[in-house]
């Protein structure tokens, strides 16, 4: 039964979804510009809630990992009334690396990517950080802002497939140690806090 509602759920999958421009990261300096993402082929996003059933998650992360890539599609990005042009890779993965050296780029800018060919765009506000010294933070995700499980397998599964963001249980303390730390910096300038993928671990998941 189990076996047969999971192959229905994977055969509806791509009927419902549709062209995406996920942005993964959109920062820089004033001078620097990296904005980064992929073209999928996906389900649009929807919030979530603590009340959602296993079946409803399951659904939503079958949409989120079952997807197509857009390959090789040229794309525009607009900054400062500029135009700059780059390709997704065979993956779908963008990157878009720009030198700015006649004007500055200012923080929260307004990004503007769109998907040439094609009528779909999407805009992101750039994290700009000043070029004065300050405390930044890179940080791993899982099992250090959040439980994976990854010790016990079906712990594991049941956090990936059964439980959205809102059900998934946080690392203790590790909020307040990460504004304790930023608390360091002048309050009125940009702080930086990344979080990436140690552990090489799925995007998806």
């Not at 509602?5 to 004033?30: K, M, R, W």
């Not at 700009?128 to 499980?149: A, M, N, P």
């Not at 203790?172 to 702080?191: H, P, V, W, Y």
Request: proline letters at 1%.
């Amino acid at each position: 039964m189990k076996k047969t509602l999971l192959f229905t759920l994977l055969l509806l999958n791509p009927l419902l979804s549709q062209d995406t421009i996920e942005v993964h990261t959109c920062y820089g300096n004033a001078h620097e510009l990296i904005v980064e993402g992929r073209l999928l082929d996906e389900h649009e996003f929807k919030e979530r809630s603590k009340e959602d059933s296993w079946f409803k998650n399951l659904w939503k992360k079958l949409q989120q990992v079952v997807n197509s890539e857009i390959k090789d599609a040229p794309m525009t990005l607009i900054a400062e009334n500029e135009s700059y042009y780059t390709k997704s890779d065979d993956e779908g993965y963008f990157e878009f690396d720009i030198q700015h050296r006649n004007s500055s780029f200012i923080n929260n800018e307004s990004i503007q990517l769109s998907l040439d060919k094609k009528e779909l765009s999407t805009t992101c506000s750039a994290l700009i950080l000043e070029e004065k010294e300050q405390v930044g933070i890179i940080s791993d995700f899982d099992d250090t802002v959040i439980v994976s499980g990854v010790t016990h397998k079906l712990d594991l599964i049941n956090n990936i497939f059964f439980k959205n963001y809102k059900q998934r249980e946080v690392v203790s303390g590790m909020a307040e140690r990460f504004k304790k730390i930023l608390a360091q910096n002048d309050s009125s300038k940009t702080t930086a806090l990344f979080f990436t993928e140690v552990t090489h671990s799925k995007k998806q998941l």
